[in-house]
């Protein structure tokens, strides 16, 4: 199969002026590599195309390919990451991983949460401010935790998300809004242990990798798993696979959220427990890091066994599996 391979690679957005922080979500050379190499040890033929801009060209030009192994995050705006999915369905080309819904919902972490909420699964009470009105309004138990609404790789995340008085919360977020030209999620500070669940699969087929606790070394920020900690996870943070009763819980209640909000392929769920060692969903991650030795899916993978030629093919059979059911080959032009 002629697989083309759609991602934002970060030297070339450092190139052109953007910060670390603004391209912590862009992929790196070495993961675009392995990527590659893998998807032809499988037996594939391979074609870089890059971002959004090189795959409108390429569509405009004529070129398609029999599947697209998206990973590109995109730049701008609410829908940034459904962009080129949105694109490939207009051409009537197969893809990897969520679709521009599923890619929507889980960017903006309040429709996520209000989606797990309504399910009857366990999200931490949240509030979402916009503007400084909304801080006056605010019923919520203390301590909050407050990060940009539609961001990941903890960007905006820092040892001053946690706020103990209204002071604290309205500076921070008034910092995070002014960086992000974004509102603000604040939700109840859990205290408990926190998880990443990767999750393999779609729908009915979704199921558990395996859970991975995420233990802070002493030279971290202290309770929050931010930008920082994890731009420098190998001398900071301790990953441990679990298997206790807590973890079995996190693992169903990320599931359940992975099908509630039509998460395809492969992901990660975010968890942590409250005071009484209870999971709740903390945000989901559709569009999950895959470098292979540095993001959490793969490290999680290599905890269980698995392989990362392991990953890479159960991935794009489970999106084969669902092209086929839509006909592929079958492409508009």
């Not at 790196?28 to 060209?57: C, P, S, Y």
């Not at 500076?171 to 974004?182: G, I, K, T």
């Not at 558990?208 to 943070?237: F, Q």
Request: charged share 25%; glycine share 10%; with cysteine.
């Amino acid at each position: 199969m002629r697989i083309g391979l759609t991602y934002d690679l970060r030297e070339v957005y450092l190139a052109e002026g953007y910060s670390e922080e603004e391209t912590a979500e862009f992929d790196r050379k070495e993961t675009v590599d392995a990527l590659e190499a893998t998807i032809r040890a499988l037996g594939h033929e391979t074609d870089r195309i890059g971002r959004l801009q090189n795959l409108m060209e390429r569509l405009v030009s004529g070129d398609r390919w029999d599947l697209v192994f998206n990973i590109a995050e995109g730049l701008r705006g609410s829908g940034r990451e459904a962009q080129v999915p949105a694109l490939l369905d207009a051409y009537g080309i197969p893809y990897t991983f969520s679709d521009p819904v599923g890619l929507c919902v889980t960017l903006d972490k309040s429709v996520a949460k209000r989606m797990v909420r309504d399910a009857g699964l366990p999200t931490p009470a949240f509030a979402l401010i916009d503007h400084g009105d909304d801080l006056k309004n605010l019923d919520l138990s203390w301590p909050l935790f407050a990060k940009p609404v539609r961001e990941g790789t903890g960007k905006g995340i820092t040892a001053a998300s946690k706020v103990h008085t209204r002071e604290e919360l309205a500076a921070v977020c008034a910092d995070l809004s002014a960086a992000f030209r974004q509102p603000v999620l604040v939700e109840t500070f859990l205290p408990g242990r926190e998880f990443t669940v990767g999750i393999l699969g779609t729908g009915r087929s979704a199921r558990p990798v395996g859970v991975m606790e995420v233990i802070l070394r002493d030279n971290a920020d202290a309770e929050v798993y931010s930008y920082a900690n994890k731009e420098w996870c190998e001398e900071r943070v301790l990953y441990r696979l679990v298997d206790d009763e807590e973890a079995r819980q996190a693992a169903h209640i990320a599931v359940e959220a992975w099908k509630v909000l039509g998460c395809r392929d492969a992901g990660r769920i975010d968890v942590r427990s409250d005071a009484s060692g209870r999971p709740h969903f903390l945000e989901a991650n559709p569009l999950a890091g895959l470098h292979p030795h540095h993001s959490d899916l793969p490290i999680l993978c290599t905890l269980v066994g698995m392989s990362y030629q392991e990953l890479i093919g159960t991935i794009l059979e489970e999106a084969m599996r669902r092209a086929a059911g839509y006909g592929l080959g079958e492409r508009a032009g």
